[in-house]
């Protein structure tokens, strides 16, 4: 799998990111903030996802527009009534505050979209593994496991048709459910076997004897610590030079932007310059020679 | 005093309590940011308690086994719509290794099956519904063999996910969408989360109808076999 240079950074950084960006993302209610971070999520959204990503998005625009129109019918508060619902007021103040809820419900989605994709399982362990080593080992072993379980039961549910035991969409519930539970606990029986032997190994190997070493290939190169710094002094600026509040109801109102407002854009395309910037130096090389 | 219990009393009676405070002075959004760090501070003790008590290898294999089951076992019922085994095998692993085995089970669970479909703003949610639906079970059920009765577990599992594990996983909608946090405006989206904890419960509460008697006799039988998850002697 190509990873984007953003991606081959140490853990550390992407984590500090993701955790800076979707912290903000959820706090700051400003229009423009959360316009913003829509934005910048979806761009680096999309350079990571390319074409596919698209419907991603589009699904999270639907539940933003839901969420705008359904904001007013629960929140009632507003100067400007569009027309009453059931007695109820529906008023504009409220509406745009579910605009703003929407944005940030889908900065949100779509940043964790980012994180599903740049933070790997291996990545997350290697990040805690010094910090909870047993709770990463087994996080380790479940997500070994779980395809190999499906798998299994996959075999089971074949081996079990083989036989004419095998339940498929045209028997009835009582036998679906029936058959189901026999592929669980058939499943139980031969996982539990097995952990039997995986536990001896692990003993026989001498677990639990002195402190547990862990290999990982991410070293934190200097660039990395100039990345923590920017992220680290962009968050600084975010904070300190403020002009980030917000209100909706009764009444909108919404602080003057500051300058904190373009550090915040910055810190919000720090991925996605990265992506491009490799791009550009690719293409460049690609067309001297 | 053990450190992680040490550990665990700063986390309850400082740190929640601070976050508490602070969160709600947060200019913006709070909700959803607090409420979430107080879910994964209220699991902290849990895990602590669990690093430090160095697991052997026979505890740390079977619980990866349970908290696999109960990802994988969503294969089996694939032609059921609806019909997540997912928190039954979590309780039932409670009712047979224990509360603290429970909610390991089903915090690991949901956040390793969260990395085949996709992280969230729900993650930390799930992982302390599940995990709390197991350690409930394990309170009440565990070592009570009796009290195992089919229809007894049935009523006890439906009634576990209505009332208490899927609103724990409305409560992330409650503070991500809602503008104003009011018990009216909760509950709206509450009634919203009804239906669908109905066919969840419905779902569990079958499962563990039919699944406990031989999934209970199972684990059972190998704790017998082999000794597990009872104290291992010395450190052979």
Same mark, same amino acid.
């Given at each position: 799998m190509?990873?984007?240079?953003?991606?081959?950074?140490? =853990?550390?950084?992407?984590?500090? *990111?993701?955790?800076?960006?979707?912290?903000?993302?959820?706090?700051?209610?400003?229009?423009?903030?959360?316009?913003?971070?829509?934005?910048?999520a979806?761009l *680096? *959204?999309?350079?990571?996802?390319?074409?596919?990503g698209?419907s991603?998005?589009?699904?999270?625009?639907?539940?933003?527009?839901l969420?705008?129109?359904?904001?007013p019918?629960?929140?009632?508060? !507003?100067?400007?009534?569009?027309?009453?619902?059931?007695g109820? =007021?529906?008023?504009?103040?409220?509406?745009?505050?579910?605009?703003?809820? !929407?944005?940030?419900?889908?900065?949100?989605m779509?940043?964790?979209?980012?994180?599903?994709?740049?933070?790997?399982?291996?990545?997350?362990?290697?990040?805690?593994?010094?910090?909870?080593?047993?709770?990463?080992?087994?996080?380790?072993?479940?997500?070994?496991l779980?395809?190999?379980?499906?798998?299994?039961?996959?075999?089971?549910i074949?081996?079990?048709?083989?036989?004419?035991?095998? #339940?498929d969409?045209?028997?009835?519930?009582?036998?679906?459910?029936?058959?189901?539970i026999?592929?669980?606990?058939?499943?139980?029986?031969? #996982?539990?076997?097995?952990?039997i032997?995986?536990?001896?190994?692990?003993?026989?190997?001498g *677990?639990?004897?002195a402190?547990?070493?862990?290999?990982?290939?991410?070293?934190?190169?200097?660039?990395? #610590?100039?990345?923590?710094?920017l992220?680290?002094?962009?968050?600084?600026?975010?904070?300190?030079?403020?002009?980030t509040? #917000?209100?909706?109801? =009764?009444?909108?109102?919404?602080?003057y932007?500051?300058?904190?407002?373009p550090?915040?854009?910055?810190?919000?395309?720090?991925p996605?310059?990265?992506?491009?910037?490799?791009?550009?130096?690719?293409?460049?090389?690609?067309?001297e020679? | 005093?053990? /450190?992680?219990?040490?550990?665990?009393?700063?986390?309850?009676f400082l740190?929640?309590?601070?976050?508490?405070?602070?969160?709600?002075?947060? /200019?913006?959004?709070?909700?959803?940011?607090?409420?979430?760090?107080?879910?994964?501070?209220?699991?902290?003790?849990?895990f602590a308690?669990?690093?430090?008590?160095?697991?052997?290898?026979?505890?740390?294999?079977?619980?990866?086994?349970?908290a696999?089951?109960?990802?994988?076992?969503?294969?089996?019922?694939?032609?059921?719509?609806?019909?997540?085994?997912?928190t039954?095998?979590?309780?039932?692993?409670?009712i047979?290794?224990?509360?603290?085995?429970?909610?390991?089970?089903?915090?690991?669970?949901?956040?390793?099956?969260?990395?085949f479909f996709?992280?969230g703003?729900?993650?930390?949610?799930?992982?302390?519904?599940?995990?709390?639906?197991?350690?409930?079970?394990?309170?009440?059920?565990?070592?009570?063999q /009796?009290?195992?009765?089919?229809?007894?577990?049935?009523?006890?599992?439906?009634?576990?996910?209505?009332?208490?594990v899927?609103?724990?996983l409305?409560?992330?909608?409650v503070?991500?969408?809602?503008?104003?946090?009011?018990?009216?405006n909760?509950?709206?989206i509450?009634?919203?989360?009804?239906?669908?904890?109905?066919?969840?419960?419905?779902?569990?509460?079958?499962?563990?109808?039919?699944?406990? /008697?031989?999934?209970?006799?199972?684990?059972?039988?190998?704790?017998?076999?082999?000794?597990m998850?009872?104290?291992e002697?010395?450190?052979?």
């Amino acid at each position: 799998m190509s990873q984007d240079s953003f991606s081959r950074c140490h =853990p550390a950084v992407n984590f500090l *990111y993701f955790v800076t960006v979707i912290g903000f993302g959820v706090v700051i209610q400003h229009p423009a903030y959360a316009i913003a971070g829509f934005l910048g999520a979806s761009l *680096y *959204y999309l350079l990571l996802k390319g074409r596919q990503g698209l419907s991603f998005i589009g699904s999270m625009a639907g539940m933003l527009v839901l969420i705008t129109l359904l904001n007013p019918l629960i929140n009632t508060s !507003g100067e400007h009534i569009l027309f009453r619902l059931f007695g109820r =007021p529906y008023t504009l103040e409220a509406m745009a505050y579910g605009a703003a809820l !929407g944005v940030i419900f889908a900065l949100t989605m779509i940043w964790f979209g980012c994180y599903s994709e740049v933070l790997t399982s291996d990545k997350f362990t290697a990040l805690f593994g010094n910090l909870i080593p047993a709770l990463s080992l087994l996080l380790v072993m479940v997500l070994r496991l779980i395809p190999s379980f499906t798998r299994k039961t996959k075999q089971i549910i074949v081996a079990r048709s083989a036989i004419g035991k095998g #339940a498929d969409a045209t028997e009835s519930r009582k036998d679906q459910i029936k058959s189901g539970i026999s592929i669980v606990s058939a499943l139980t029986d031969w #996982a539990l076997e097995g952990s039997i032997v995986t536990a001896d190994s692990m003993r026989a190997r001498g *677990y639990g004897c002195a402190k547990r070493t862990n290999f990982h290939i991410y070293c934190f190169r200097k660039s990395d #610590a100039f990345l923590v710094g920017l992220i680290a002094l962009l968050a600084a600026l975010v904070l300190a030079l403020g002009g980030t509040e #917000a209100g909706f109801t =009764p009444y909108f109102y919404c602080d003057y932007v500051t300058l904190g407002f373009p550090a915040y854009c910055a810190l919000l395309l720090v991925p996605s310059i990265m992506y491009l910037r490799e791009a550009i130096v690719w293409n460049n090389l690609k067309f001297e020679t | 005093m053990k /450190k992680s219990t040490l550990f665990s009393i700063l986390t309850i009676f400082l740190l929640i309590p601070a976050t508490l405070y602070f969160g709600s002075h947060i /200019k913006g959004r709070w909700y959803y940011l607090t409420s979430t760090l107080v879910i994964i501070e209220i699991m902290l003790p849990f895990f602590a308690s669990f690093e430090s008590r160095k697991p052997q290898s026979r505890e740390l294999v079977t619980l990866a086994v349970m908290a696999a089951l109960a990802t994988a076992s969503r294969v089996a019922f694939a032609f059921i719509p609806y019909f997540k085994a997912i928190t039954a095998v979590i309780m039932i692993t409670g009712i047979a290794f224990g509360p603290q085995a429970g909610f390991l089970t089903g915090a690991i669970s949901a956040f390793a099956s969260n990395f085949f479909f996709s992280q969230g703003p729900w993650t930390p949610w799930q992982m302390f519904a599940y995990g709390f639906a197991g350690f409930w079970a394990g309170l009440v059920f565990y070592g009570r063999q /009796k009290w195992c009765r089919p229809w007894l577990l049935g009523v006890f599992g439906f009634l576990s996910i209505l009332l208490i594990v899927g609103p724990l996983l409305d409560c992330c909608t409650v503070f991500t969408v809602l503008s104003k946090l009011t018990w009216a405006n909760a509950l709206v989206i509450f009634g919203r989360g009804v239906p669908v904890n109905l066919i969840h419960g419905l779902g569990c509460g079958v499962t563990l109808m039919v699944l406990t /008697k031989p999934l209970l006799y199972k684990l059972n039988r190998i704790q017998k076999k082999y000794g597990m998850m009872q104290k291992e002697e010395g450190n052979l």
